[in-house]
């Protein structure tokens, strides 16, 4: 057995043979391992890097994307099909990519608000990968209802007009 598999972590240089080794016992990600992206999409952190791109970034802000994010757990681009469809939407026209959460201020709305603005229209304000849209599209998981109006606004920025919205919301009431 190699040392990669000894414990002998005080080498200062691996051998391919080695690192092979490594990612052959322990690279794979299963559906309950790995960073929580949404449906174990690529991560990038594109508001700091804007060399990503991308036809749809998923992106959060505020309360709800790590639940929305671990509840996707289940699904992954392999098993993403739609049998009504006949496609995979992750395997289809788009590179889609989780650009993670929004770093905003907890203390003061106004100004969580305006960062939120801000972020959204430095995502969508991109050129997205492919020719079958000029600009990208968000994807946005809150969870309290405050991203919504930084979202049309940052669209209203980019686009210059009106633009159509459809919230899904999860109300249930029972008797």
Sequence with gaps: MSSACNGHHDKEEWTKEELAEMQAKWGADWQFTGIGTFAHLDYAK????????YDIAIVGARFGPRAIRQASSRQTSTRGFNARAKINPYRNWAKIIDCGDIPITPFDNVIAREQMTQALKELGSRRAVSALSPRPRLLTLGGDHSLTLPALRAL?????????VLHF???????
């Design 169 to 175: 919301d999860g109300m249930f009431t029972f008797p």
């Design 156 to 164: 209203n920025d980019i686009y210059g007009r009106p633009v159509r």
């Design 46 to 53: 594109c508001l700091v890097d804007p060399s990503v791109s």
